[in-house]
Antibody, heavy 127, light 107 residues
Framework: QVQLVQSGAEVKKPGASVKVSCKAS????????MYWVRQAPGQGLEWMGW????????NYAQKFQGRVTMTRDTSISTAYMELSRLRSDDTAVYYC????????????????????WGQGTLVTVSS | DIQMTQSPSSLSASVGDRVTITCRAS??????LNWYQQKPGKAPKLLIY???SLQSGVPSRFSGSGSGTDFTLTISSLQPEDFATYYC?????????FGQGTNLEIK
């Protein structure tokens, strides 16, 4: 069965970086785009970007450009999301999620929805 | 960025009620609209994709419709397990923005 298992909760100081992992199992890791979504306490869902596990290509939300880096290690079927220069308003639960299908090119990203999600990783930024 | 606006933001209903949640996009997104259900402390769950396609394993009381800018999620007969927060998401243009959510509560 498909599973996405994320790394554990983190507490970071402002200005630090955090790297969250998402280990996939039960399917061909390189066959599906992986997305990252975050949710601040009591708030809605916020789209961060995606990585193509096959090529390593990425697409980040403008809001996070320059601070976020999404990578993958195909040998261990794991995706990573690193966020730098953390601020208090980066405190959130971070989710990885698999796109169940879609069409992608250099000029468009058409997703068919996220069918599997990790359990979430709470990142707390506090001095 | 495409803005997604859900209404209502919150809704009280009873078991057995028919409920409709609407989602409006700030520009046309064709049928690239998904609906998710989220319960407290849990990851979201995909209910509907491509505006009206029922995700595998999701009960048939859930349905979606719409295209262009206006979309609806309908629950035909509310069950106790349906009380949750619902989000729409456009997946047409990055960033694939979410609506602000609709909190469905028990009346």
């Amino acid at each position: 069965q498909v599973q996405l298992v994320q790394s554990g909760a983190e507490v970071k100081k402002p200005g630090a970086s955090v790297k969250v992992s998402c280990k996939a199992s039960g399917y061909t890791f390189t066959g599906y785009y992986m997305y990252w979504v975050r949710q601040a306490p009591g708030q809605g869902l916020e789209w961060m970007g995606w990585i193509n596990p096959n090529s390593g290509g990425t697409n980040y939300a403008q809001k996070f450009q320059g601070r976020v880096t999404m990578t993958r290690d195909t040998s261990i079927s794991t995706a990573y999301m690193e966020l730098s220069r953390l601020r208090s308003d980066d405190t959130a639960v971070y989710y990885c999620a698999r796109d169940q299908g879609g069409r992608y090119s250099g000029s468009y990203s058409l997703s068919e929805g996220f069918d599997y999600w990790g359990q979430g990783t709470l990142v707390t930024v506090s001095s | 960025d495409i803005q997604m606006t859900q209404s209502p933001s919150s809704l009280s209903a009873s078991v057995g009620d028919r409920v409709t949640i609407t989602c409006r996009a700030s520009q046309s997104i064709s049928r690239y609209l998904n609906w998710y259900q989220q319960k407290p402390g849990k990851a979201p769950k995909l209910l509907i994709y491509a505006a009206s396609s029922l995700q595998s394993g999701v009960p048939s009381r859930f349905s979606g419709s719409g295209s262009g800018t206006d979309f609806t999620l309908t629950i035909s007969s509310l069950q106790p397990e349906d009380f949750a927060t619902y989000y729409c998401q456009q997946s047409y243009s990055t960033p694939h923005t979410f609506g602000q959510g609709t909190n469905l509560e028990i009346k």
